[in-house]
């Protein structure tokens, strides 16, 4: 079979059928040969086959693991820490590439690192998403044109990361290919710092402006209503690099706070023009 071809053959199981999990089974489909589920919610499991999302699943992973070639990790860091050190004793038999879609990669990749030989290993994070999880908010077109990070280790084969790219490209991703400690580092500040700006938004305004609250508002605490489950194992795999960009944006506050305090309209008009520049260069940017 020509290596073109390789993605069309695999059978591709997806741990956690959430938001992720889902929209990518979605995007998958008629692009692989079969499509299995795992998730700890039964319900869940039934409403994924019952609508076509996987062509089966179950709650038990040892029980769609010897079918699979592919074992894709979607679920939360903390949560894909803990599955992939039992890994070993799940599946002690032919070679099986393991892959997850989390937001932070450094240690992820030091725990697939010590996976056995039978794993073939390679990081992944789509970068995109929505505040509300679960497998009823998941959509096929999540992923088109998104960023998507791969991160191999030095074991990766050269047929895994085809064939990761073959995957991302078949469910409308961009590949970026990128190491685990650059991935966190830019992260830090392009999502997990915004996230504790918006929750710190939130708390400091009193819930009884709610009849006041202008889009503004709204936008700019939008990333507050992810769900803890989601965002405290995010920031806090990645809280060194998480905590520098927070200084960061504190240091650019300051700035804002004297220019006001002393009236500084002049200067305040200029960094207010550099920002605005800023930012329209970085949504043309691909």
């Not at 937001?103 to 794993?119: D, E, G, R, Y």
């Not at 605490?221 to 944006?249: D, G, H, I, K, W």
């Amino acid at each position: 079979m020509e290596e073109s071809d390789f993605l069309a053959d695999q059978n591709i199981a997806i741990l956690g059928l959430g938001l992720m999990g889902a929209s990518i089974a979605m995007g998958l489909r008629g692009k692989c040969k079969t499509i299995l589920g795992s998730d700890s919610d039964s319900l869940v499991c039934q409403l994924a086959t019952a609508k076509g999302i996987v062509d089966s699943a179950s709650t038990d992973l040892r029980e769609i693991l010897p079918q699979a070639d592919i074992l894709i990790l979607a679920t939360p860091v903390s949560a894909a820490l803990k599955i992939i050190a039992t890994l070993p004793s799940v599946h002690n038999g032919s070679k099986l590439i393991v892959t997850d879609v989390t937001s932070t990669k450094v240690q992820i990749m030091n725990a697939l690192a010590n996976l056995p030989s039978n794993f073939d290993i390679i990081g992944g994070h789509p970068i995109c998403g929505k505040e509300k999880l679960g497998i009823c908010h998941a959509e096929k077109e999540m992923l088109y044109d998104c960023t998507y990070t791969l991160t191999p280790a030095e074991r990766t084969s050269a047929r895994t990361k085809s064939l990761l790219t073959q995957l991302v490209e078949a469910i409308g991703g961009n590949p970026l290919w990128i190491d685990p400690e650059k991935h966190d580092q830019m992260l830090a500040k392009t999502s997990h710092a915004p996230h504790l700006l918006a929750v710190a938004l939130m708390h400091a305004t009193e819930i009884n402006l709610s009849n006041l609250k202008a889009g503004g508002f709204s936008s700019a605490t939008r990333l507050s209503a992810t769900p803890t489950s989601m965002m405290l194992s995010m920031v806090m795999t990645n809280a060194e690099n998480t905590v520098n960009a927070l200084e960061a944006v504190k240091a650019e506050i300051g700035k804002i706070m004297a220019f006001m305090q002393a009236g500084d309209e002049e200067n305040l008009a200029v960094l207010l023009d550099a920002s605005k520049e800023k930012r329209e260069e970085m949504m043309r940017r691909v």
